[in-house]
T-cell receptor
Framework: AAGVIQSPRHLIKEKRETATLKCYPIPRHDTVYWYQQGPGQDPQFLISFYEKMQSDKGSIPDRFSAQQFSDYHSELNMSSLELGDSALYFC???????????FGPGTRLTVL | AQSVTQLDSQVPVFEEAPVELRCNYSSSVSVYLFWYVQYPNQGLQLLLKYLSGSTLVESINGFEAEFNKSQTSFHLRKPSVHISDTAEYFCAVIPSYSGAGSYQLTFGKGTKLSVIP
């Protein structure tokens, strides 16, 4: 069965650079979620989209923005990167909100 | 708002011994409960879930968890662990209806299970 696809899988950036992470949900899933997992930490919710509209917002820094496109894929844009942004970024998708979320393999971002 | 407490950050256990990973939650609304497993350098995989119905849920690889509403717990158990069960396990909750206005999974801090040969 098709799963959630995230690209790139690994990304290395310098401080103050920008990064764009992409997420392709499971076909027919209309809801996308972004989570950040720092080293040795539990995943923290950043933001979610339902039918291309932001549905919930968590601890997402102002330097980050995200959107969901007409084909339901989502992009997380991160600017002015800081060392503390180094983490594993997960995307998850679901059919409808507040339902079982299926996670992608994650993008490991390293900021040097 | 919801919160999840995993009482043990690390659990070492000998191979073929039983194990219990504890999870307690707090929520002002009804929730769905999940256990996710994360193998080293990998993503999150759903292990099992409680949505409704029988309070005892099972996974295909021998894990089970029991939802206890009065104790607000969702402990994970396995009667005999294998080396391949070595991983980090996360308990998570989400409001059970979209009208709660929150769509985010709230995770516990995780429990690292180490199976000793």
């Amino acid at each position: 069965a098709a799963g959630v696809i995230q690209s790139p899988r690994h990304l290395i950036k310098e401080k103050r650079e920008t990064a764009t992470l992409k997420c392709y949900p499971i076909p027919r899933h209309d809801t996308v979620y972004w989570y950040q997992q720092g080293p040795g930490q539990d995943p923290q919710f950043l933001i979610s989209f339902y039918e291309k509209m932001q549905s919930d917002k968590g601890s997402i820094p102002d330097r980050f923005s995200a959107q969901q496109f007409s084909d339901y894929h989502s992009e997380l844009n991160m600017s002015s990167l800081e060392l503390g942004d180094s983490a594993l970024y997960f995307c998850a998708s679901s059919l409808g909100a507040s339902n079982e979320q299926f996670f992608g393999p994650g993008t490991r971002l390293t900021v040097l | 708002a919801q919160s999840v407490t995993q009482l043990d950050s690390q659990v070492p256990v000998f191979e073929e011994a039983p194990v219990e990973l504890r999870c307690n939650y707090s929520s002002s609304v009804s929730v769905y409960l999940f256990w996710y497993v994360q193998y080293p350098n990998q993503g999150l995989q759903l292990l099992l879930k409680y949505l409704s119905g029988s309070t005892l849920v099972e996974s295909i690889n021998g894990f089970e968890a029991e939802f206890n509403k009065s104790q607000t717990s969702f402990h994970l158990r396995k009667p005999s662990v294998h080396i391949s069960d070595t991983a980090e396990y996360f308990c998570a909750v989400i409001p059970s209806y979209s009208g709660a206005g929150s769509y985010q999974l709230t995770f516990g801090k995780g429990t690292k299970l180490s199976v000793i040969p």
